[in-house]
């Protein structure tokens, strides 16, 4: 659909045109080509696939906008999908703009429809809803920056007011279901520290700065909600970061940042940060030793792992000796979140038990806790641990990401998720190490999870086979 083939109802007209950019077509459009002309373009050594760009007034950010659209200037893409923090309206989940366009004085930005409404049919919780679109900056500004480095632009515009991890996650997964197969770009719309102490704001910018390098999603999510990072589009940036690293990037790299005195030449009055982030995969397809680990980081310290540990390896003691288990100093808010876990006992490298919860019912610590005993003293297909195996048990944790439905077989990454498979009364899990431990391809692992079902090993292609991913993080007691 061309612009010009666009009902005039169905789009949403400027907000903030004359307030912060021009009005004027003209002197946009002589702007913004002038940031884009004088930003310096950064090695990135592989291929873009999400950007991180502010969304002040261009007096104050334009120069940082400019440098992360240099990065992509002239690149052709199906989509760019932009999401947007709501700074007005609160309300719950994603809201997608998923007819028409999108107006500012350069013209009319059309909605790539079939992707808007395809993220909307992937989850419940995005809805199509001009909710938190209609006087939004944080994703108008972007849109001009888009008009003149990208050729043929169309846009999937979503705004969002939660910044929970659970929608950040379920959000980046429907983008990265509906983008595979197309060249689809991703832009986070951010602004970083706002306060009055210039001094402050160029610390908390360093900090944010270098959380979102080390490329650890929950743990950046999870610090916004501990004012330790500052980011207006926290929500968006965690997006971003997850759905581009579920399309393959492994690297974020910061590529120009300043701030609203350093601007102003000044030192004193009200202080806001700005940066532009480059989300990518690296050249040389080589995943780092962290990534070539199985499954995934959720936000747990060493610390956090090894109180789980020593959590899991006292009840079992405790237990088959048949004593009261202590009570355990849990003070870290990461092991109070409610999560899905097992546990996993093994014995001279054989499984000697596994029991976990699926869902995040209880909190993590307590969930270690109960699935530990029920592991060495519950798992039916054994007979419960003795106490002189006691010194021979190794154990192993995994903390489970949600559980996410999937339509398509070829979404599952052997060595990242584990698999979960249901049929009617019958029902099997096999966890994200399984696969990698037996070398299994991606056909095999489904098998041996139905037979783990009860189910005949090629049940996973009947319509009526539900097939659910998800992954952890994955440690034990040999590893710490």
């Not at 808007?116 to 909710?131: C, H, N, P, Q, R």
């Not at 070398?439 to 692992?445: A, L, M, V």
């Amino acid at each position: 659909m061309s612009p010009q083939d666009i009902d005039p109802k169905k789009v949403r007209k400027s907000a903030v045109a004359g307030a912060f950019y021009p009005a004027d077509p003209t002197v946009l459009k002589n702007q913004v080509d002038g940031f884009l002309q004088r930003a310096e373009s950064a090695a990135i050594d592989g291929e873009i696939l999400a950007l991180i760009s502010p969304h002040a007034g261009y007096p104050y950010s334009g120069g940082i906008a400019g440098v992360a659209y240099k990065q992509v200037a002239g690149n052709k893409y199906d989509a760019v999908v932009v999401i947007a923090p709501s700074h007005s309206e609160y309300f719950p989940g994603a809201s997608v703009y998923t007819e028409g366009g999108y107006e500012t004085p350069l013209g009319v930005v059309p909605v790539d429809e079939v992707l808007a409404k395809a993220l909307v049919e992937g989850d419940e919780v995005i809805t199509s809803s001009a909710v938190g679109h209609r006087e939004e900056h944080s994703l108008e500004v972007q849109l001009p920056f888009l008009q003149e480095a990208i050729p043929g632009l169309k846009i999937v515009p979503i705004v969002m007011a939660d910044r929970s991890f659970s929608l950040c996650e379920r959000l980046a997964m429907a983008i990265a279901k509906a983008a595979k197969g197309r060249s689809v770009l991703i832009v986070a719309s951010s602004d970083l520290y706002h306060g009055y102490s210039y001094d402050e704001c160029v610390a908390a910018d360093t900090r944010t700065l270098k959380a979102i390098e080390e490329y650890n999603p929950e743990k950046f999510c999870k610090g916004l909600g501990q004012e330790a990072y500052h980011a207006c589009g926290g929500g968006p940036i965690t997006v971003a970061l997850l759905a581009a690293k579920e399309l393959g990037a492994d690297k974020a790299k910061v590529i120009a940042r300043t701030n609203s005195n350093d601007v102003m030449a000044e030192r004193s009055g009200y202080c806001v940060g700005y940066a532009s982030v480059a989300i990518y995969k690296s050249a040389d397809g080589k995943p780092s030793e962290e990534q070539r680990e199985v499954g995934v980081k959720v936000g747990l310290s060493a610390e956090d792992k090894k109180l789980l540990l020593e959590i899991a390896r006292t009840t079992i003691e405790k237990r088959v000796k048949g004593e009261d288990v202590p009570k355990f100093d849990v003070t870290s808010e990461v092991l109070a979140e409610h999560r899905g876990a097992f546990v996993t006992i093994n014995k001279h490298g054989q499984l000697r038990g596994c029991i976990g919860y699926i869902e995040p019912i209880k909190p993590l610590h307590e969930t270690v806790r109960e699935m530990a005993e029920s592991a060495a003293l519950s798992d039916p297909r054994f007979t419960p641990v003795a106490e002189r195996e006691l010194k021979d048990l190794e154990i192993e944790i995994s903390a489970l990401t949600p559980l996410r439905k999937i339509e398509h077989t070829d979404e599952i990454e052997v060595g990242l998720h584990g698999i979960y498979i249901k049929k009617g009364y019958y029902s099997g899990l096999l966890l994200p190490q399984v696969a990698t431990e037996y070398g299994w391809d991606r056909n095999t692992f489904l098998e041996h999870t139905c037979l783990k079902a009860g189910l005949p090993t090629d049940a996973w292609r009947e319509k009526d086979t539900e097939i659910f991913i998800f992954s952890a993080d994955i440690f034990s007691e040999k590893k710490q």
